[in-house]
DNA sequence: AGCAATAGTTGTATTCATTCAACTATTGTT
DNA sequence: AACAATAGTTGAATGAATACAACTATTGCT
């Protein structure tokens, strides 16, 4: 779905092209990462996060934008699947360090060896040009975004 | 969430990197939408589908991603609340035509007008030079896309 | 005329996600 | 020592999304 609402930035009448191009893929690849995995994508999304470095609930809670209770009830979820273990925090003993198992590890691995995010055709037909201006454009909006 | 899966074309990175631009902010502004809408997102998107055209229930489903019954129900649904209505489809008799209500129509402007999904501030930082490119490029793909 | 396919409806069941209240254990502050 | 704040847990309630079976009405095909 494209859009564009009237009175904008050229900088948000082209944000919004952009969330639409990007939009309307995002369904059928959730679908394809459930398939590929069994996972509800709520536990997914925490398995990715898990890939840099372990976290504690508290952390994963607020980087998912989801509350504690949610948070608790996810990892046990992934836990009692084999994908994760609740280690004790060593700098806190009322807080835990949430980290991937092996198993866990593997799952992440599938993900992205099986569900592999690929750009649409449209994208592929660019030349090697554009490609180059994208990248640059992408990657300085990228760094200053985070 | 920002993520580069290893041995993808140059394309399939670029396009990772752009999802990942677009992706973390979607949670936040499907919640303004929500807010500002008192409305499911699942019921929000057949408004926006509707705004351009009347569109059978046939038709909503398949662009949808949904069946017929779930259709049946989120229609049933924007109709109780007036924002929709049923109309005989002129060419045949087992078809329905649903299209926006004034109030329905007021709604997807007060989406539009109120919840501005602006670009993020590192890409209004863009310089015109950038901003023609992206323009560029990103036109290119969406003209193919469709 | 008879039959298969199509458009839509009704009802039901399941799974997910989100939120809230009430609770324990630990830590930091005064 | 007392108290407030923080991290995590448990359980219940609610709202959404998705899927399926069974049905009616209409249309197209032969």
Do not use: C, Y
Request: hydrophobic share 40%; net charge positive; proline share 4%.
């Amino acid at each position: 779905m494209i859009r564009h609402t009237s009175g904008g930035s050229e900088a948000d009448a082209l944000w919004q092209l952009m969330v639409g191009l990007v939009w309307e893929t995002r369904r059928e690849w959730r679908r394809k990462v459930g398939e590929a995995t069994g996972l509800p994508f709520s536990r997914v999304r925490i398995l990715w996060r898990l890939e840099e470095a372990p976290m504690t609930l508290k952390q994963i809670a607020d980087d998912t934008g989801s509350d504690a209770p949610a948070t608790t009830v996810a990892v046990n979820d992934l836990e009692g699947r084999g994908l994760v273990e609740r280690q004790p925090h060593p700098e806190s003993r009322r807080a835990k360090l949430v980290s991937l198992t092996r198993t866990g590890r593997q799952i992440v691995d599938r993900i992205h060896s099986t569900v592999r995010d690929d750009a649409p055709a449209a994208f592929q037909a660019l030349s090697k040009t554009d490609l180059a201006h994208l990248r640059r454009i992408l990657e300085r909006i990228d760094r200053s975004e985070r």
